[in-house]
Protein backbone atom coordinates (compact mmCIF):
# COMPACT_ATOMS: atom_id res chain seq x y z
CA UNK A 1 0.00 0.00 0.00
CA UNK A 2 1.16 3.56 -0.34
CA UNK A 3 0.51 6.69 2.31
CA UNK A 4 -1.86 9.01 1.56
CA UNK A 5 0.98 11.75 0.78
CA UNK A 6 1.61 9.20 -1.75
CA UNK A 7 -1.47 8.88 -3.77
CA UNK A 8 -2.28 12.13 -3.28
CA UNK A 9 0.96 12.87 -5.35
CA UNK A 10 0.28 10.26 -8.38
CA UNK A 11 -4.00 10.71 -8.32
CA UNK A 12 -2.83 14.58 -8.62
CA UNK A 13 -0.97 13.93 -11.49
CA UNK A 14 -3.58 11.47 -13.18
CA UNK A 15 -6.38 13.73 -12.82
CA UNK A 16 -4.19 16.31 -14.66
CA UNK A 17 -4.03 13.67 -17.55
CA UNK A 18 -7.47 12.90 -17.43
CA UNK A 19 -8.83 16.28 -17.57
CA UNK A 20 -6.43 16.97 -20.81
CA UNK A 21 -7.98 14.14 -22.90
CA UNK A 22 -11.74 15.34 -21.47
CA UNK A 23 -10.84 18.43 -23.07
CA UNK A 24 -9.86 17.48 -26.52
CA UNK A 25 -12.90 15.46 -26.18
CA UNK A 26 -11.49 11.69 -25.12
CA UNK A 27 -12.98 9.20 -22.91
CA UNK A 28 -9.36 7.15 -21.59
CA UNK A 29 -12.60 3.53 -20.41
CA UNK A 30 -9.12 1.71 -19.12
CA UNK A 31 -7.21 3.31 -16.55
CA UNK A 32 -5.88 0.40 -13.74
CA UNK A 33 -1.87 0.39 -11.94
CA UNK A 34 -0.72 -1.54 -15.46
CA UNK A 35 -1.84 1.46 -17.85
CA UNK A 36 0.55 4.39 -15.41
CA UNK A 37 3.93 4.35 -15.84
CA UNK A 38 7.05 6.35 -14.08
CA UNK A 39 9.09 8.12 -16.60
CA UNK A 40 12.89 8.49 -15.02
CA UNK A 41 12.36 11.38 -13.06
CA UNK A 42 8.81 9.29 -11.04
CA UNK A 43 6.09 11.29 -12.96
CA UNK A 44 3.33 9.08 -14.17
CA UNK A 45 2.93 8.92 -17.94
CA UNK A 46 -0.80 7.37 -19.00
CA UNK A 47 -0.88 4.83 -21.64
CA UNK A 48 -2.68 2.08 -23.89
CA UNK A 49 -5.16 3.90 -25.34
CA UNK A 50 -6.42 0.83 -27.04
CA UNK A 51 -10.08 1.30 -25.29
CA UNK A 52 -10.26 5.34 -25.72
CA UNK A 53 -12.79 7.14 -27.63
CA UNK A 54 -13.91 10.25 -28.96
CA UNK A 55 -17.46 9.61 -28.80
CA UNK A 56 -20.57 10.81 -30.84
CA UNK A 57 -22.39 13.67 -28.62
CA UNK A 58 -20.58 12.83 -25.43
CA UNK A 59 -21.80 9.37 -25.38
CA UNK A 60 -20.16 5.77 -25.97
CA UNK A 61 -22.15 2.50 -25.55
CA UNK A 62 -19.14 -0.40 -25.85
CA UNK A 63 -18.74 -2.33 -23.17
CA UNK A 64 -15.29 -2.39 -22.49
CA UNK A 65 -12.63 -1.96 -20.21
CA UNK A 66 -11.26 -3.79 -17.17
CA UNK A 67 -14.16 -5.06 -15.38
CA UNK A 68 -13.34 -4.24 -11.80
CA UNK A 69 -12.67 -0.51 -12.62
CA UNK A 70 -15.71 -0.31 -14.84
CA UNK A 71 -18.36 2.08 -14.04
CA UNK A 72 -21.84 1.27 -13.57
CA UNK A 73 -23.07 3.35 -16.63
CA UNK A 74 -20.63 0.95 -18.44
CA UNK A 75 -21.38 -2.19 -16.98
CA UNK A 76 -25.22 -2.05 -17.81
CA UNK A 77 -25.04 -1.10 -21.52
CA UNK A 78 -27.05 2.04 -20.83
CA UNK A 79 -24.06 4.66 -22.47
CA UNK A 80 -21.31 6.44 -20.74
CA UNK A 81 -19.16 9.49 -20.79
CA UNK A 82 -16.67 11.04 -19.37
CA UNK A 83 -18.03 10.38 -15.79
CA UNK A 84 -17.01 6.72 -16.71
CA UNK A 85 -13.05 7.62 -15.79
CA UNK A 86 -13.58 9.45 -12.25
CA UNK A 87 -15.45 6.07 -11.61
CA UNK A 88 -12.18 4.32 -12.92
CA UNK A 89 -10.51 6.87 -10.80
CA UNK A 90 -11.97 6.10 -7.70
CA UNK A 91 -11.28 2.22 -7.78
CA UNK A 92 -7.87 3.00 -8.21
CA UNK A 93 -7.73 5.69 -5.34
CA UNK A 94 -9.04 2.72 -3.30
CA UNK A 95 -6.95 -0.01 -4.53
CA UNK A 96 -3.32 2.50 -3.62
CA UNK A 97 -4.98 3.26 -0.22
CA UNK A 98 -5.90 -0.37 1.15
CA UNK A 99 -4.29 -2.84 -0.77
CA UNK A 100 -7.92 -4.35 -2.21
CA UNK A 101 -10.31 -3.51 -5.30
CA UNK A 102 -13.91 -1.72 -3.83
CA UNK A 103 -15.55 -4.16 -5.83
CA UNK A 104 -14.57 -8.12 -6.68
CA UNK A 105 -16.10 -11.33 -6.84
CA UNK A 106 -15.78 -14.54 -7.18
CA UNK A 107 -16.17 -14.43 -10.83
CA UNK A 108 -16.91 -11.73 -13.72
CA UNK A 109 -20.63 -12.06 -12.95
CA UNK A 110 -20.29 -11.34 -9.49
CA UNK A 111 -18.03 -8.28 -9.61
CA UNK A 112 -20.41 -6.53 -11.98
CA UNK A 113 -23.30 -7.45 -9.75
CA UNK A 114 -21.01 -5.86 -7.22
CA UNK A 115 -20.77 -2.48 -8.86
CA UNK A 116 -24.27 -2.19 -9.51
CA UNK A 117 -25.52 -2.98 -6.14
CA UNK A 118 -23.67 -3.61 -3.50
CA UNK A 119 -22.45 -1.30 -0.41
CA UNK A 120 -18.87 0.24 -0.41
CA UNK A 121 -17.03 -1.02 2.69
CA UNK A 122 -15.18 2.17 4.34
CA UNK A 123 -11.53 1.00 5.80
CA UNK A 124 -11.83 2.99 9.22
CA UNK A 125 -7.81 3.47 9.02
CA UNK A 126 -8.49 6.09 5.82
CA UNK A 127 -8.79 9.80 6.13
CA UNK A 128 -11.97 11.50 6.73
CA UNK A 129 -10.44 13.43 3.47
CA UNK A 130 -10.14 10.25 1.71
CA UNK A 131 -13.34 8.78 2.58
CA UNK A 132 -15.18 11.88 1.60
CA UNK A 133 -13.52 12.11 -1.72
CA UNK A 134 -14.13 8.58 -2.30
CA UNK A 135 -17.80 8.68 -1.22
CA UNK A 136 -18.36 11.48 -4.25
CA UNK A 137 -16.67 9.69 -6.82
CA UNK A 138 -18.45 6.50 -6.21
CA UNK A 139 -21.76 8.20 -7.09
CA UNK A 140 -23.43 5.18 -9.16
CA UNK A 141 -25.71 8.29 -11.20
CA UNK A 142 -23.07 9.89 -13.09
CA UNK A 143 -24.90 13.18 -13.00
CA UNK A 144 -23.86 13.38 -9.39
CA UNK A 145 -20.39 12.09 -9.29
CA UNK A 146 -17.64 14.70 -8.20
CA UNK A 147 -16.05 15.65 -11.75
CA UNK A 148 -19.04 14.97 -13.99
CA UNK A 149 -20.56 18.64 -12.77
CA UNK A 150 -19.73 21.42 -15.57
CA UNK A 151 -16.83 22.85 -13.33
CA UNK A 152 -15.16 19.32 -14.55
CA UNK A 153 -11.77 18.50 -12.90
CA UNK A 154 -12.38 22.06 -11.03
CA UNK A 155 -14.49 20.13 -8.56
CA UNK A 156 -11.54 17.19 -7.86
CA UNK A 157 -8.62 20.16 -7.30
CA UNK A 158 -11.33 21.93 -4.66
CA UNK A 159 -11.76 18.69 -2.63
CA UNK A 160 -10.72 18.79 0.64
CA UNK A 161 -8.19 15.68 -0.16
CA UNK A 162 -5.80 17.77 -2.02
CA UNK A 163 -5.71 20.79 0.03
CA UNK A 164 -2.06 20.90 -0.05
CA UNK A 165 -1.30 20.42 -3.81
CA UNK A 166 -0.04 23.11 -5.48
CA UNK A 167 -1.99 22.65 -8.95
CA UNK A 168 0.83 25.04 -10.93
CA UNK A 169 4.13 23.12 -9.85
CA UNK A 170 2.33 19.93 -10.07
CA UNK A 171 1.56 20.85 -13.76
CA UNK A 172 5.21 22.27 -14.01
CA UNK A 173 6.49 18.90 -12.86
CA UNK A 174 8.02 21.54 -10.05
CA UNK A 175 7.04 19.34 -7.06
CA UNK A 176 9.64 15.90 -6.58
CA UNK A 177 7.75 12.64 -6.86
CA UNK A 178 7.65 10.80 -3.68
CA UNK A 179 9.79 7.69 -5.72
CA UNK A 180 12.61 7.76 -8.08
CA UNK A 181 13.22 5.01 -10.51
CA UNK A 182 16.97 3.90 -10.24
CA UNK A 183 18.50 3.91 -13.60
CA UNK A 184 21.16 4.54 -15.28
CA UNK A 185 20.22 6.15 -18.24
CA UNK A 186 16.71 6.85 -20.70
CA UNK A 187 16.91 3.75 -22.11
CA UNK A 188 17.26 1.32 -18.85
CA UNK A 189 14.57 -1.17 -18.77
CA UNK A 190 15.51 -3.42 -15.95
CA UNK A 191 12.10 -2.63 -13.60
CA UNK A 192 10.35 -4.70 -16.43
CA UNK A 193 10.56 -8.32 -16.39
CA UNK A 194 13.08 -10.14 -18.20
CA UNK A 195 10.53 -12.39 -19.66
CA UNK A 196 9.92 -9.86 -22.47
CA UNK A 197 12.81 -7.18 -22.38
CA UNK A 198 15.04 -10.47 -23.22
CA UNK A 199 13.05 -11.32 -26.17
CA UNK A 200 14.17 -10.58 -29.82
CA UNK A 201 12.32 -7.60 -31.67
CA UNK A 202 10.60 -8.80 -34.51
CA UNK A 203 10.27 -6.11 -37.85
CA UNK A 204 6.89 -6.35 -39.18
CA UNK A 205 6.96 -6.97 -42.68
CA UNK A 206 5.79 -3.74 -44.37
CA UNK A 207 4.40 -3.10 -47.62
CA UNK A 208 6.64 -2.22 -50.50
CA UNK A 209 6.08 1.94 -50.59
CA UNK A 210 4.59 3.60 -53.72
CA UNK A 211 6.22 5.88 -55.86
CA UNK A 212 4.09 8.56 -53.99
CA UNK A 213 4.41 6.87 -50.45
CA UNK A 214 6.36 10.23 -49.47
CA UNK A 215 3.25 12.41 -50.00
CA UNK A 216 1.86 10.89 -47.27
CA UNK A 217 4.39 12.30 -44.70
CA UNK A 218 4.55 16.32 -46.29
CA UNK A 219 4.53 18.70 -44.11
CA UNK A 220 5.88 16.41 -40.95
CA UNK A 221 9.44 17.72 -39.43
CA UNK A 222 10.14 15.39 -37.14
CA UNK A 223 13.52 13.88 -37.55
CA UNK A 224 15.13 10.75 -35.13
CA UNK A 225 17.86 12.69 -32.93
CA UNK A 226 19.98 9.51 -33.76
CA UNK A 227 20.42 11.06 -37.37
CA UNK A 228 21.26 14.65 -36.50
CA UNK A 229 24.91 15.57 -35.76
CA UNK A 230 26.66 12.69 -37.10
CA UNK A 231 25.46 10.37 -34.53
CA UNK A 232 26.86 6.70 -34.85
CA UNK A 233 23.57 4.65 -34.97
CA UNK A 234 25.20 1.40 -34.69
CA UNK A 235 27.21 2.40 -31.73
CA UNK A 236 23.23 3.33 -30.61
CA UNK A 237 22.31 -0.05 -31.28
CA UNK A 238 25.19 -2.01 -29.55
CA UNK A 239 24.38 -0.06 -26.38
CA UNK A 240 21.52 -1.83 -26.02
CA UNK A 241 21.89 -5.68 -24.45
CA UNK A 242 20.88 -8.69 -26.56
CA UNK A 243 19.72 -10.13 -23.90
CA UNK A 244 18.56 -7.82 -20.02
CA UNK A 245 19.20 -9.98 -17.20
CA UNK A 246 17.79 -12.04 -15.58
CA UNK A 247 16.26 -10.60 -11.97
CA UNK A 248 18.42 -11.61 -9.41
CA UNK A 249 18.99 -10.27 -6.04
CA UNK A 250 19.31 -6.62 -7.43
CA UNK A 251 17.54 -6.60 -10.68
CA UNK A 252 20.56 -4.38 -12.23
CA UNK A 253 22.68 -7.37 -11.29
CA UNK A 254 23.95 -9.33 -15.17
CA UNK A 255 23.23 -12.89 -14.54
CA UNK A 256 27.09 -13.76 -16.64
CA UNK A 257 30.14 -13.37 -14.62
CA UNK A 258 32.87 -10.48 -14.57
CA UNK A 259 35.35 -12.57 -16.28
CA UNK A 260 32.98 -12.65 -19.14
CA UNK A 261 33.29 -9.09 -19.79
CA UNK A 262 36.64 -7.79 -18.16
CA UNK A 263 40.23 -8.69 -17.19
CA UNK A 264 40.89 -8.10 -13.57
CA UNK A 265 44.31 -6.85 -12.69
CA UNK A 266 46.39 -5.74 -9.96
CA UNK A 267 44.72 -4.50 -6.57
CA UNK A 268 44.59 -0.76 -6.35
CA UNK A 269 42.96 -0.49 -2.88
CA UNK A 270 41.30 -1.95 0.35
CA UNK A 271 38.36 -1.45 2.74
CA UNK A 272 36.99 -2.98 5.43
CA UNK A 273 34.43 -5.48 3.69
CA UNK A 274 35.89 -5.20 0.26
CA UNK A 275 38.61 -4.72 -2.23
CA UNK A 276 39.36 -2.84 -5.43
CA UNK A 277 41.19 -4.14 -8.34
CA UNK A 278 41.98 -2.56 -11.85
CA UNK A 279 40.29 -4.27 -14.58
CA UNK A 280 40.38 -3.72 -18.46
CA UNK A 281 37.16 -4.49 -20.41
CA UNK A 282 37.87 -7.42 -23.13
CA UNK A 283 36.54 -5.54 -26.18
CA UNK A 284 37.04 -1.64 -26.06
CA UNK A 285 40.18 -2.20 -22.98
CA UNK A 286 39.00 0.65 -21.53
CA UNK A 287 39.97 0.73 -18.07
CA UNK A 288 37.69 0.50 -15.11
CA UNK A 289 37.99 -0.11 -10.90
CA UNK A 290 35.73 -3.11 -9.42
CA UNK A 291 34.93 -3.01 -6.20
CA UNK A 292 34.36 -6.36 -5.18
CA UNK A 293 32.10 -6.90 -1.87
CA UNK A 294 31.93 -9.89 -0.02
CA UNK A 295 28.48 -10.79 0.65
CA UNK A 296 28.62 -12.50 3.75
CA UNK A 297 29.45 -9.32 5.55
CA UNK A 298 27.64 -6.43 3.68
CA UNK A 299 24.32 -5.88 1.40
CA UNK A 300 25.15 -3.57 -1.17
CA UNK A 301 21.55 -2.93 -2.09
CA UNK A 302 21.69 0.29 -0.97
CA UNK A 303 24.47 1.10 -2.89
CA UNK A 304 23.39 -0.09 -6.13
CA UNK A 305 20.06 2.03 -5.75
CA UNK A 306 22.20 5.47 -5.06
CA UNK A 307 24.70 4.93 -7.12
CA UNK A 308 22.01 4.01 -9.81
CA UNK A 309 19.98 7.18 -8.74
CA UNK A 310 22.54 9.77 -8.11
CA UNK A 311 25.85 8.58 -10.12
CA UNK A 312 24.97 11.14 -13.40
CA UNK A 313 26.23 13.87 -11.31
CA UNK A 314 29.16 15.13 -12.33
CA UNK A 315 31.18 14.69 -8.76
CA UNK A 316 30.15 11.27 -7.76
CA UNK A 317 31.42 8.19 -9.37
CA UNK A 318 29.25 5.99 -12.16
CA UNK A 319 28.45 2.70 -11.91
CA UNK A 320 28.66 1.04 -15.16
CA UNK A 321 28.29 -2.78 -14.63
CA UNK A 322 27.57 -5.14 -11.52
CA UNK A 323 27.47 -8.95 -11.02
CA UNK A 324 28.12 -11.35 -8.26
CA UNK A 325 28.53 -15.02 -7.96
CA UNK A 326 27.92 -17.45 -4.42
CA UNK A 327 30.66 -15.29 -2.42
CA UNK A 328 31.10 -11.79 -4.01
CA UNK A 329 29.23 -9.06 -5.35
CA UNK A 330 31.24 -7.25 -8.12
CA UNK A 331 30.30 -3.25 -8.77
CA UNK A 332 31.97 -1.65 -11.91
CA UNK A 333 32.82 1.89 -11.95
CA UNK A 334 34.66 4.51 -13.80
CA UNK A 335 38.75 4.24 -12.70
CA UNK A 336 39.82 7.50 -11.12
CA UNK A 337 43.70 7.87 -11.85
CA UNK A 338 44.38 10.83 -9.81
CA UNK A 339 44.27 9.02 -7.19
CA UNK A 340 43.03 10.32 -3.40
CA UNK A 341 42.92 13.78 -2.03
CA UNK A 342 44.68 11.89 1.18
CA UNK A 343 47.19 11.25 -1.38
CA UNK A 344 47.76 15.13 -2.56
CA UNK A 345 47.44 15.79 1.04
CA UNK A 346 50.06 14.33 2.77
CA UNK A 347 51.93 15.05 -0.39
CA UNK A 348 51.81 18.46 -1.13
CA UNK A 349 49.92 21.33 1.45
CA UNK A 350 47.31 23.42 -0.03
CA UNK A 351 46.83 26.91 0.03
CA UNK A 352 43.25 28.28 1.34
CA UNK A 353 42.34 29.05 -2.04
CA UNK A 354 43.08 25.97 -3.45
CA UNK A 355 41.24 24.40 -0.39
CA UNK A 356 38.52 26.25 -0.97
CA UNK A 357 37.96 25.00 -4.66
CA UNK A 358 38.22 21.89 -3.79
CA UNK A 359 35.45 22.00 -0.82
CA UNK A 360 33.05 24.07 -2.92
CA UNK A 361 33.13 21.03 -5.35
CA UNK A 362 32.36 18.25 -2.14
CA UNK A 363 30.21 20.82 -0.36
CA UNK A 364 27.67 20.96 -3.57
CA UNK A 365 27.78 17.11 -4.35
CA UNK A 366 26.93 16.68 -0.68
CA UNK A 367 24.33 18.92 -0.83
CA UNK A 368 22.94 17.12 -3.64
CA UNK A 369 22.88 14.37 -1.58
CA UNK A 370 21.34 15.84 1.11
CA UNK A 371 18.18 17.14 -1.68
CA UNK A 372 17.40 13.98 -2.09
CA UNK A 373 17.22 12.37 1.10
CA UNK A 374 21.08 10.32 0.79
CA UNK A 375 23.13 10.69 3.83
CA UNK A 376 26.60 9.46 2.64
CA UNK A 377 27.91 8.59 6.39
CA UNK A 378 31.29 7.94 4.92
CA UNK A 379 32.45 11.40 4.06
CA UNK A 380 36.64 11.46 4.54
CA UNK A 381 39.34 12.53 2.19
CA UNK A 382 40.23 9.28 1.02
CA UNK A 383 36.59 8.54 -0.37
CA UNK A 384 37.66 11.50 -2.31
CA UNK A 385 39.08 10.86 -5.58
CA UNK A 386 40.00 12.96 -8.64
CA UNK A 387 39.17 11.28 -12.15
CA UNK A 388 42.08 12.27 -13.94
CA UNK A 389 45.98 12.91 -12.93
CA UNK A 390 45.55 16.82 -13.83
CA UNK A 391 43.90 17.41 -9.86
CA UNK A 392 41.51 19.92 -11.36
CA UNK A 393 38.81 20.19 -8.33
CA UNK A 394 35.78 19.86 -10.71
CA UNK A 395 37.39 16.44 -11.41
CA UNK A 396 36.93 15.03 -7.99
CA UNK A 397 34.02 12.54 -7.22
CA UNK A 398 32.48 11.26 -4.49
CA UNK A 399 32.85 7.23 -4.10
CA UNK A 400 32.39 4.55 -1.66
CA UNK A 401 28.76 4.60 -0.69
CA UNK A 402 29.04 1.39 1.19
CA UNK A 403 27.57 3.08 4.50
CA UNK A 404 25.37 5.60 2.57
CA UNK A 405 21.57 5.35 3.25
CA UNK A 406 18.71 6.58 1.61
CA UNK A 407 16.14 8.39 4.21
CA UNK A 408 12.77 7.38 3.96
CA UNK A 409 10.63 9.86 5.50
CA UNK A 410 11.11 13.81 6.38
CA UNK A 411 11.99 13.57 9.84
CA UNK A 412 13.13 9.99 10.26
CA UNK A 413 16.02 9.17 11.40
CA UNK A 414 19.28 6.73 11.51
CA UNK A 415 20.33 4.63 14.30
CA UNK A 416 23.04 2.41 12.56
CA UNK A 417 26.57 3.72 13.89
CA UNK A 418 28.12 3.88 10.70
CA UNK A 419 31.30 5.60 10.60
CA UNK A 420 35.31 6.06 10.28
CA UNK A 421 36.34 6.72 13.92
CA UNK A 422 38.45 9.99 12.89
CA UNK A 423 35.41 11.45 11.05
CA UNK A 424 32.52 10.82 13.22
CA UNK A 425 29.90 13.47 14.22
CA UNK A 426 28.99 13.00 18.19
CA UNK A 427 25.50 11.89 17.76
CA UNK A 428 26.25 9.16 15.67
CA UNK A 429 28.42 7.59 18.57
CA UNK A 430 25.57 8.51 21.18
CA UNK A 431 23.40 5.97 19.45
CA UNK A 432 20.15 7.88 19.76
CA UNK A 433 19.81 8.78 16.25
CA UNK A 434 21.14 10.84 13.66
CA UNK A 435 20.32 12.43 10.55
CA UNK A 436 22.10 13.82 7.04
CA UNK A 437 24.16 16.77 9.63
CA UNK A 438 26.92 13.97 10.51
CA UNK A 439 27.83 15.07 7.15
CA UNK A 440 28.59 18.42 7.91
CA UNK A 441 30.68 17.36 11.07
CA UNK A 442 32.40 14.84 8.48
CA UNK A 443 33.25 18.05 6.02
CA UNK A 444 34.42 19.93 8.72
CA UNK A 445 37.26 17.53 9.83
CA UNK A 446 38.19 17.09 6.00
CA UNK A 447 38.59 20.92 5.80
CA UNK A 448 40.72 21.01 9.15
CA UNK A 449 42.77 17.97 7.33
CA UNK A 450 43.06 19.98 4.40
CA UNK A 451 44.43 23.23 5.76
CA UNK A 452 46.36 21.68 9.04
CA UNK A 453 47.95 18.75 7.20
CA UNK A 454 47.14 16.50 9.66
CA UNK A 455 43.78 15.04 11.89
CA UNK A 456 42.93 16.58 15.16
CA UNK A 457 40.90 13.98 17.06
CA UNK A 458 42.73 11.05 17.91
Not at 221 to 236: A, E, N, R, Y
Request: glycine content about 6%; proline content about 5%.
Amino acid sequence: MFTEEDVKFYLAELALALDHLHSIGIIYRDLKPENILLDADGHISLTDFGLSKQPVDDQAFSFCGTVEYMAPEVVNRKGHSFAADWWSFGVLMYEMLTGALPFQGSNRKETMTQILKAKLGMPAFLSPEAQALLRVLFKRNPVNRLGAGPEGVQEIKAHSFFATIDWDKLYNKEISPPFKPAVSRADDAHYFDSEYTSKTPKDSPGVPPSANAHELFRGFSFVDPTLLDGHDIQTHLNQIPEKMPELATHSYIKPNKLSDEYEVEEQIGTGSYSVCRRCVHRSSRVEYAVKIIDKSKRDCHEEIDILLRYGQHPNIVTLRDAYQDENSVYLVMELMKGGELLDQIQQQPYSEREVSAVMNVIVQTVAYLHQNGVVHRDLKPSNCLFATTHMNPQGIRLCDFGFAKQLRAENGLLMTPCYTANFVAPEVLKKQGYDAACDIWSLGIILYIMLAGYINIS
